[in-house]
């Protein structure tokens, strides 16, 4: 744009300013100014060429290469827009979501997230909790399922939950057991609280969970250091042999990886990189201190904290930020079920990794 109206400048300066037929001809010259400098830029052509800024002549030139004033006008405001929509209003929960590949750190982010927010201020859910019952089939078969592919989990369930939290109702979260594939009996309920976080390698990659999402924070490791902690964590917590991983990683995890889950990724607002690290998680919490005071301070509820900053929950949340403390000292877990041994598990693991200091 700037070389089309930079080479016009020495045409126009042929001209005196008091020639009667200047505005014409400098209009003219305008319009080539567009037509060589524009259009050079544009894939194809759009349109009957109108004024692009006062004075401009607004004769069209000869079809097809113009530019419009309906073409430019959104093209225009389009580049003022931000890139991505602004957050969702703040009279509702917030919603977070953390994807990334499996074994990437996601849970590891979310839940020092979780910890540092407060637990009475997150409703903390992971995606894993709907994946669909395969009781129907014989064991050999269920653990042969592809359980990396968008089809293997109850989205629609999901986004379900996630409008009746936002409206205030409590819903009953799934919980699904890793060892045999199968939804237990007993659901899980989980409360309305100011702030929503959701975890999951595939919620990017469904359209209709990204719309519920506010901030949506992608948590990027590379595949060898996913698998080795994938190994590490399946054969300790999800019983599983390292061959049945391996060959599980190459005929579903890794295809479906690369075909959902990265591309997902663009979807991301944040992107921390080599998983959870601790100062991704300062930071990321210092930018959502603003965020989740208003949100407390917005819904009154008795979770919040008084609206004064200097009230005792307020100062306590923000050294929670500043320490990015991840100590697990409660059985206040997400609503995920991998059988009780496999949660604690969980968060013994984490805390080994990530106790603060
Ligand atoms: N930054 C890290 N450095 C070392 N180990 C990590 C890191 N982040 C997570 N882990 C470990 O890797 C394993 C997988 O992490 P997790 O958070 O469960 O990943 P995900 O939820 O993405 O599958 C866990 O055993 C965890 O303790
Ligand atoms: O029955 C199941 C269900 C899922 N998986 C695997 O779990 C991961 C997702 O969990 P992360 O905590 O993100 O690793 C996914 O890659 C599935 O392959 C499973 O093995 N069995």
Redesign the pocket.
Known sequence: LLAGRSSSRGVTHKRKAHDPTCRQEDEEDDVQEVKSGFLAYLPSPVGPLLPLRHGVSATPLEEPQGLGKETMGPLLESLEQPVKAPRQSTSGPLTLGVA????????????ALYEALGEEHVTYITHDSYYKDLSHLPFDERKKSNFDHPNALDTALLVEHLRALKRGHTVEVPEYDFATHNRLKRTCKAEPRPVILL?G?LIFADRSLVQELAIKVF?D?ESD??LI??I??DV??RGRSLESIVDQYVKTVRPMHLEFVEPSKREADVIIP????QVALDMFLSRLQAEVGEHLGHLGSSTSPDKDSQSPKRKAYIALGKQGSLSLGNNMGPARTRGESEAKN?NL??L???GSK
């Open positions: 990334g590949g499996s074994g990437s750190g996601k849970t590891t982010f979310a839940r975890e390698i948590v490791t250091l996913r902690r994938r590490h964590r300790k917590e080599l998983g959870m690290n969980a693991s984490h080994k990794v990530f």
